[in-house]
């Protein structure tokens, strides 16, 4: 799955907009920001990657972000 800055997500915090997407190490909250993300399928270890910031104020991993709705 690919994720864009703007993108609807589903999360456990429910439908939001993507704000911003940091490219981290594994564990941590900061990084390198990027426009887009592959964060290739449900399982996938690259989903460990990515921090992604939603416009309802929350943040989440990569591995946390369900589909795009």
Do not use: C, P, Q
């Not at 799955?1 to 997500?9: L, N, Q």
């Not at 429910?14 to 900061?30: F, H, N, P, R």
């Not at 920001?33 to 921090?51: D, H, W």
């Amino acid at each position: 799955m690919r994720i864009r800055i703007g993108d609807r997500v589903s999360t456990k915090y429910g439908e939001a907009s993507i704000v911003t997407i940091d490219e981290v190490k594994l564990g941590e909250k900061y990084g390198h920001e990027v426009f887009e993300a592959n964060l290739g399928s449900a399982s996938s270890i690259l989903r460990t990657k990515y921090v992604v910031d939603l416009d309802n104020g929350h943040w989440v991993y990569g591995t946390d972000i369900r589909e795009i709705a």
